[in-house]
């Protein structure tokens, strides 16, 4: 999230390598992709939670863009770990047959 948040306006996000790991852990621990998406959607809860506690000490002129890299970078990285479920989930279907 950081890595992000520090990138140069206009540029393209890597691929976030950490999510996929992440990823391959939840679902070895036997987590499902609805609770793969609670904790997504808890995350962003706490950070969103955290900002408006400290509203007083934000400059919103910068801020706003930051909200919206943010978002976007939970959502990515939501992306790379559902990405790393259906192919362990392909693998072990075609294991099988």
Known sequence: MIARLRLDEGTKAPISAAAA???DLRRK?????AMAVEESRLLQVSIFSMLHKDVKCLDFSM???DVVTIADEVDA???Q???RFMAADAAKLAKSN
């Open 63 to 65: 801020l706003l863009p």
């Open 81 to 83: 770990q559902m990405l």
């Open 21 to 23: 790991i992440h990823g």
């Open 77 to 79: 990285q939501l992306k």
């Open 29 to 33: 621990q036997g987590n499902t992709v």
